[in-house]
T-cell receptor, first 110, second 112 residues
């Protein structure tokens, strides 16, 4: 299976703190993407990092990719209550086929 | 830009009944995906279309699930007959040339 797996799976933090999530995958990929899902809603694309990139930033998001370890991390800085959601990594293993991990549930306490 | 539209939002059926879900992707998006998301898990790809051709249906339980994308635009996913373990959210997504996928709100299916 190509599925990514996030670690840890549940995270509870105070507003203003940073949240870090990790993802590992099994085989070679074209790119790795992170998505957010609010309760009862569809997934929203956050950021994409290509296999030849090591780090990428978008606003308060920072994603890293280590292809030698087949792992990625997502950092959300200065978290807000609105960041409360589930976060999924997805690996693109060719032909835009996306395999999702189990997800990280993040709760930001105001 | 209109997003991915799915209907219905919710469906409750009895086991062994049949059900169909509909998806209208973002205009111009050639790739369309159907995912199954069981409560507490990540989405699992059921089928991926490129225009009206199938790219990957390796995880589609073909004895009971079927999907079509006529004319390369909207798509339907059918389950016949449904089992209790089919209870899940069925997500449709689409993408253009860029690899990012845009998701609809999903259809929550409950099989009783």
């Amino acid at each position: 299976s190509q599925q990514g797996e996030e670690d840890p799976q549940a995270l509870s933090i105070q507003e203003g703190e940073n949240a870090t999530m990790n993802c590992s995958y099994k085989t070679s990929i074209n790119n790795l993407q992170w998505y957010r899902q609010n309760s009862g809603r569809g997934l929203v694309h956050l950021i994409l990092i290509r296999s030849n990139e090591r780090e990428k930033h978008s606003g308060r998001l920072r994603v890293t990719l280590d292809t030698s370890k087949k792992s990625s991390s997502l950092l959300i800085t200065a978290s807000r209550a609105a960041d409360t959601a589930s976060y999924f990594c997805a690996t693109d293993y060719g032909n835009n086929r996306l395999a999702f991990g189990k997800g990280n549930q993040v709760v930001v306490i105001p | 830009e209109a997003g991915v539209a799915q209907s219905p939002r919710y469906k409750i059926i009895e086991k062994r009944q049949s059900v169909a879900f509909w998806c209208n992707p973002i205009s111009g998006h050639a790739t369309l995906y159907w995912y199954q998301q069981i409560l507490g898990q990540g989405p699992k790809l059921l089928i991926q279309f490129q225009n009206n051709g199938v790219v990957d249906d390796s995880q589609l339980p073909k004895d009971r699930f079927s999907a079509e994308r006529l004319k390369g635009v909207d798509s339907t996913l059918k389950i016949q007959p449904a089992k209790l373990e089919d209870s899940a959210v069925y997500l449709c997504a689409s993408s253009a040339r860029q690899p990012e996928a845009f998701f609809g709100q999903g259809t929550r299916l409950t099989v009783v």
